[in-house]
């Protein structure tokens, strides 16, 4: 029985979980659980059959099969993210800081592929400002890809080692280390994570995460909250990690309480408590999760509130206009086209350019090539688009997944010849250019889909 584990973990188990360890570690042999999160601004949560909410994240919900993602122009949309429900928890964490500034600076450190930066996008609901960093450069391209989906121009994206975040001390209101750890909530998902389990390896991801703790901790705020996840189960990662941050005063554990319904354990640390998803108690992979309030420090250092910036020419009309409410954007010309940022925080965005390695910002607007403004894709998934300002054309489902796959389409009798935003169910997917005779595909090449369409 067990024999998919290593001994030396079946015996922590046995330790850690006494009676339960049995069918704590029955549960991990389970089949995995199926679920999505909705992106509101783009679509509501639908619960179609057979799909159940997830009790902790209002966007949430479990799927009766796994589907074939990539067939579902609505994926390709950002319409939804597929995410594993227990780090859906995360949007109930944040629901409970009720103390937030109404605009707050907020970091998502280790955050490729994106689920919980596309969930901290949804949460501030355009409000505030959000850095996505990744430190591992194709896994930050990723981050970007999905962040770009989502469509929220006040996200960041940045490729950096958490030590880079000491030049922006006392910065972010929020910080989330999801931090690397040894995987043993992944162990039903990912048969790797058993192979590359030891407890070398654990020993080695706490020291690690301590590291990623100590380097980023200067940016956070005084009075500032972190939020630490992991997805395993081990002290070494958890508990002991947020007992060592909490020595010398310089932070208090803010309890977790959960609903008894939500079948979430409770873990105790100091005098506060932490969550963890255990498989053979709620429906979703582990999670370890601990919310932390920085104390107050007397070395705040704020940043210098103007700096030199590098504003340049006006932004053309034909570009403003495709915006819901260009004014409150501030649009700078990039090598590739012109991007638009939230204007209030352009003295941020500054700052970010200057002491991190900004791989992308905002939304790319378009370019303007020989007085023609010309949209990009990224305005298209963007929730600020003004979809009134383009021609649409209302795709069907065969339609919409030859256009993903980068084919000529023909317009219909009568459709505008010019830019023209291609929907599916009201979501926009893309452009293409209505030449009259046919449509030229604008749909970004390394996004297209590459399996065979079916009949
Ligand atoms: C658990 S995953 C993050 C998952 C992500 N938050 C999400 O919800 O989609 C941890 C991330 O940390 C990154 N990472 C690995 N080593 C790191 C380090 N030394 N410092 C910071 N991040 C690191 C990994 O590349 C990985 O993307």
């Known amino acids: 029985m067990h024999s998919r584990f290593p001994a030396e973990f079946i015996q922590r188990i046995n330790q850690q979980f006494g009676d339960d360890a049995n069918a704590f570690l029955g549960a991990l042999s389970n089949d995995v659980v199926t679920s999505v999160r909705y992106n509101p601004n783009k679509m509501q949560a639908s619960y179609e059959l057979g799909a159940e909410p997830v009790p902790w994240c209002k966007d949430g919900v479990y799927l009766s099969e796994k589907p074939v993602f990539t067939l579902d122009p609505l994926f390709h949309a950002g319409c939804y993210y597929p995410q594993e429900a227990s780090s859906m928890i995360l949007d109930w964490v944040l629901q409970n800081l009720t103390d937030l500034p109404e605009h707050p600076h907020v970091l998502d450190l280790c955050g490729a592929p994106g689920g919980k930066s596309t969930l901290m996008a949804s949460f501030l609901a355009g409000k505030g400002v959000l850095v996505a960093n990744e430190v591992i450069k194709s896994r930050a391209n990723v981050l970007a890809e999905n962040l770009m989906k989502w469509g929220y121009s006040n996200c960041v994206v940045t490729r950096n080692d ?35 389990w030891s407890q070398g390896n654990v020993a080695m991801c706490a020291s690690r ?10 940016a956070l705020k005084p009075g500032g909250y972190l939020v630490y996840s992991t997805c395993t189960f081990n002290p070494d990662e958890n508990e002991e990690n947020i007992r060592w941050l909490c020595e010398g005063n310089r932070a208090d554990i803010i309890s977790l309480n959960a609903p ?9 640390i100091a005098n506060g408590e932490a969550l963890a998803f255990y498989p053979h108690k709620s429906k979703g992979e582990g999670l370890f999760v601990a919310l932390l309030r920085k104390n107050d420090e007397d070395s705040t250092i704020s940043f210098p509130k103007k700096i030199k910036n590098k504003e340049k020419n006006k932004a ?13 954007f501030f649009f700078s010309e990039e090598a590739n086209g012109w991007r638009a940022f939230p204007a209030e925080f352009k003295n941020d965005l500054f700052q970010y350019q200057k002491n991190l390695s900004v791989l992308r910002y905002g939304v790319e607007a378009g370019q303007v090539i020989r007085n023609r403004y010309q949209p990009s894709h990224e305005l298209a998934m963007s929730v600020d688009l003004q979809p009134e300002s383009f021609v649409t054309c209302n795709l069907s489902l ?4 030859k256009y993903l796959k ?24 893309g452009f293409a250019k209505n030449i009259g005779t046919r449509m030229n595909n604008l749909y970004p090449s ?10």
């Open 162 to 196: 958490p030590s880079d975040f000491s030049r922006l001390p006392s910065h972010f209101d929020v910080m989330v280390v999801d931090a690397p750890c040894s995987g043993e909530g992944m162990f039903r998902k990912d048969e790797r994570a058993i192979e590359e």
């Open 209 to 218: 995460q301590r590291r990623i703790l100590a380097d980023a901790w200067p």
């Open 260 to 268: 008894n319904d939500w079948c979430i354990s409770s873990v105790k």
């Open 446 to 455: 390394s996004l297209r889909i590459r399996m065979a369409l079916p009949d």
């Open 398 to 401: 065969k339609d919409a997944l």
């Open 316 to 328: 053309p009309g034909a570009l403003t206009q495709c915006f819901k409410n260009a004014p409150a």
């Open 406 to 429: 980068g084919e000529v389409l023909v317009p219909s009798t009568g459709l505008e010849t010019g830019f023209v935003l291609m929907n599916y169910n009201g979501a926009p997917l």
